[in-house]
Structures are given as structure tokens and as C-alpha cells.
């Protein structure tokens, strides 16, 4: 039972991960959207 529990633990801390790097990835490809549009400009 313990075992299991520590999975389950564990699964949600790479799901917390996931989000982070999720996040991360949205405002880099923000970032990279708005030097985009100063090179336009």
C-alpha cells in the first residue's frame, strides 16, 4: 500500500512538472512572438 501511494505521489509531482514546463514554453513563445513583431516593424 505504501508503494502504491508513493506512485500516486509521484505521478502528480511529474504532472506538476509537465505544467511548469508547459508555462515555460507559453511565455518563451510569447517572448519570441513580440521580437518577431519589432523585426516587422
Known amino acids: 500500500?505504501?508503494?502504491r501511494e508513493g506512485?500516486?505521489?509521484?505521478e502528480i509531482e511529474?504532472?506538476?512538472q509537465r505544467n511548469k514546463e508547459r508555462e515555460?514554453?507559453?511565455?518563451?513563445g510569447r517572448e519570441r512572438?513580440?521580437?518577431e513583431e519589432r523585426k516587422k516593424k
Open 24 to 28: 515555460k514554453g507559453r511565455k518563451e
Open 1 to 3: 500500500m505504501r508503494g
Open 14 to 16: 511529474r504532472k506538476k
Open 7 to 10: 506512485g500516486r505521489e509521484s
Open 33 to 35: 512572438e513580440r521580437k
